[in-house]
């Protein structure tokens, strides 16, 4: 029986940051330029009038103060409001692999493993940059990896879901060192002029490094056992797709992007994934004193802060359940490795915790582990 272990995890920050304060300001900058440009039909009552945005809400309903972006000033241009960049020819790495493979060797070089010896790439994320050649398939390229790589998308949970799949491929004798990469340009697919979302994602890329554990460097972390979960809701929702092209008149819509009922997912989700740790730690014969920390997905801190509440028992403080969503945003699949990556150093053997991923589809998966000596 071959054992699957967490070897090391990677990290690609963009260097620039957009904080509440110039976010909104360019929000209420072109909410004000809507309004004025459609004052006639406001009045007439064709038209609802806009309503501004504000940092005092922000920061309250989800504890975001500022996301990492790839592309500022188009974000910020009232013109503009996305991401905008120059398409780069085949020949040149994609900017979803690239930072995707920033993030691969950093993972790499903390577990002191050369590209060479692994054999797989998993690019488990929410939002594939094109239809194929796989982005991971690209990765594998760059990092110069002969094995093999597939692409997966299961949203916001696509890394613990690529983890389970590397354990199960590492368990199988299929493979001995998978690397799973979750780059996230969650930039492209939010409304950024939506007062409901603007605020909710940003730019990033993570890497976790899944080995068999005799191949695996000192200080690892054991996989105590993962689970995933799948209950189909509409209540987060992207219709973008290639068939979209079939009907012209609809493809610029709203739901191309981005949506979500946020208070229904609270509501829904903060119980599904509670149940679920507590039902693994079950299964896993552990308690509430056994956890050493959660490092759970980034969408709110509200939410967090009850999911960690309802499973230890009382009201977690930061060291139990570390948060990152103050700098970086809500990174879909990204979030709990960054919560993981910055707040495990500390850990010593014997520590354990859970990673817990949870989002669109609705899916969630929790991966337990240990700190090994
Ligand atoms: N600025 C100011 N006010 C705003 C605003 C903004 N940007 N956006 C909404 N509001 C207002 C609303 O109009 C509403 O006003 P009303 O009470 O007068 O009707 C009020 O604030 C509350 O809005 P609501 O959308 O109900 O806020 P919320 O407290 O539910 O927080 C989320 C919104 C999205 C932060 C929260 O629901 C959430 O995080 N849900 C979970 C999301 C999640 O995990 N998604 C997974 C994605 S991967």
């Not at 500022?72 to 780069?88: A, C, N, Q, S, T």
């Not at 790439?121 to 991971?136: F, K, T």
């Not at 990174?331 to 990556?341: C, D, E, L, Q, R």
């Not at 354990?352 to 090994?372: Q, W």
Request: glycine share 6%.
């Amino acid at each position: 029986m071959f054992t699957p272990v967490i070897s090391a995890t990677g990290l690609f920050t963009p260097k620039d940051s957009i904080s509440n304060e110039e976010l909104v300001a360019s929000f209420n900058a072109y909410v004000a330029q809507h309004n004025a440009q459609n004052a006639e039909a406001i009045a007439a009552g064709d038209m609802t009038a806009l309503e501004p945005s504000s940092v005092e809400f922000i920061d309250k309903a989800s504890g975001i103060k500022a996301r990492y972006v790839l592309s500022k000033e188009p974000i910020l241009d009232i013109e503009v409001m996305g991401p905008r960049w120059d398409e780069r020819p085949n020949e040149e790495i994609g900017v979803l692999a690239e930072i995707g493979v920033a993030a691969a060797r950093d993972a790499l070089a903390r577990a002191g493993r050369e590209a060479a010896q692994v054999d797989a790439v998993l690019c488990a994320c929410s939002n594939l940059q094109r239809a194929y050649p796989a982005v991971a398939i690209e990765i594998q390229d760059a990092l110069g990896i002969d094995g093999f790589g597939y692409d997966m998308n299961v949203a916001c949970s696509s890394a613990t879901f690529g983890i389970q799949a590397a354990a199960d491929m590492i368990r199988a004798g299929n493979a001995k060192s998978v690397l799973v990469v979750n780059p996230e340009i969650c930039s492209g697919h939010l409304n950024w002029r939506d007062r409901d979302s603007h605020f909710i994602f940003g730019d990033v890329a993570t890497a976790v490094l899944v080995e068999e554990k005799s191949i695996a460097p000192a200080g690892h972390w054991d996989i105590l056992g993962t689970k995933l979960k799948t209950v189909f809701s509409n209540n987060i929702r992207n219709n973008f797709g290639f068939l979209n092209r079939a009907h012209p008149e609809t493809r610029d819509a709203k739901d191309k992007l981005f949506v979500q009922e946020g208070r229904k997912v609270f509501r829904e989700v903060v119980p599904m994934v509670s149940d679920m740790i507590l039902a693994e730690m079950d299964r896993l014969n552990l308690t509430a004193e056994h956890l050493r920390r959660l490092w759970l997905h980034q969408a709110n801190t509200n939410m967090n802060r009850l999911i960690a509440s309802k499973v230890l028992g009382h009201d977690a403080n930061e060291d139990e359940s570390p948060t990152v969503l103050d700098t970086y945003g809500n990174t879909s699949s990204a979030g709990s490795i960054i919560a993981f990556h910055l707040n495990s150093d500390d850990l010593v053997a014997g520590d354990t915790g859970v990673i817990c991923s949870f989002g669109a589809g609705y899916s969630a998966g929790t991966v337990f582990i240990k700190k090994a000596a």
